[in-house]
């Protein structure tokens, strides 16, 4: 069953658990999370990003996971993940996500927040919840390399300022693979939590150790973005199976299912919301 973001992120903070956001762009990824999900009764999200729009564009991926997340008996609810484009945020808001990332985390503060305020009353209007980055988590490309880290004074008149439904924060994570093992500034996870009462957010749960994430849920994280682990799994399951089976294509997709449950899973028992739905 379908329902809002900010209502499972209210849910998440006063029964202190996680929610795995898992970005999908095909029916196998999305299945395996689901799958995952109903059996351990846990809700999630699920979403799509701008720069998976080459692989399935918004409107194919809103029908494929609308029509799977209302026939799943747990809450799901859908989420456009970083969006960038103006155009692209209020597309996904007007084809029916429940809510939307609108980073503009590489913009100066005043401009940023300007923006991101127009898009809150746009999102809000139409019944949907926004999300916004205050910092900047790096992506894994070379030419990303200004990390900027969340300033606790800077919460309140962010979200004061923003309108925003949910923070995403910047304390040690990086988008993609790690090269070096991550250090967490869970201290300065605690002083934001201590500031506001908005569900907060970390991109670049995949690859954190399990002591991580049981830390994160514990210190006040409620939205987990997840990528990059369930791809890279449904992408080697398909390998392994073409190498070994050439001549048995058709079989690829139950494998890549299957790996996605698995990694969905691993995540989703970290977070302290198996049960929950």
């Known amino acids: ?12 903070q006063v029964r202190r658990y ?5 970005n999908t762009f095909n029916v196998e990824m999305a299945l395996g999370v689901l799958e ?7 809700p999630v999200i699920l979403g799509t990003a701008e720069a998976l729009l080459g692989c399935c564009d918004l409107e194919a991926c809103y029908s ?11 809450p799901i609810a859908l989420h456009l993940d970083h969006g960038f484009a103006e155009a692209v945020v209020r ?15 590489e913009l100066p503060y005043k401009e940023s927040t300007s923006n991101l305020k127009k898009m809150a009353e746009y999102a809000h209007q139409h019944g949907a919840a926004i999300e916004g980055e205050l910092g900047h988590v790096v992506f894994d490309t ?3 390399t200004g990390y900027a880290y969340t300033r606790p004074e800077d919460v309140s008149d962010y979200v004061d300022r923003t309108g925003v439904d949910a923070l995403a924060i910047a304390i040690g994570t990086a988008h993609g693979v790690y090269w070096e093992k991550p250090v967490l500034d869970l201290e300065r996870l605690r002083d934001i939590r201590a500031i506001t009462s908005v569900g907060l ?8 150790s399990d002591g991580d994430f049981r830390n994160l849920v514990r210190d006040g994280i409620q939205k987990f973005n997840i990528y990059t682990d369930v791809s890279f799994a449904t992408s080697q399951a398909a390998h392994d ?26 995540k989703l028992r970290l977070l302290n919301c198996a049960g929950k739905a």
């Open 201 to 208: 957010v970390l991109h670049g749960s995949s690859g954190l």
């Open 1 to 12: 069953m379908i329902i809002s973001m900010k209502e499972l992120l209210q849910d998440a």
């Open 142 to 144: 070379l030419d990303d």
């Open 18 to 22: 996680g929610v795995g956001m898992f």
């Open 36 to 42: 995952a999900a109903e059996e351990l009764r846990a």
């Open 241 to 266: 199976w073409v190498e070994r089976h050439d001549r048995c294509i058709e079989r690829v997709s139950v494998q890549m299912r299957a790996a996605a449950k698995d990694a969905a899973m691993a």
């Open 91 to 105: 597309w996904a808001i007007d084809i029916g996500f429940g809510s939307v990332m609108y980073d503009q985390s």
């Open 64 to 74: 494929l996971l609308s029509v799977l997340a209302a026939r799943t008996p747990v």
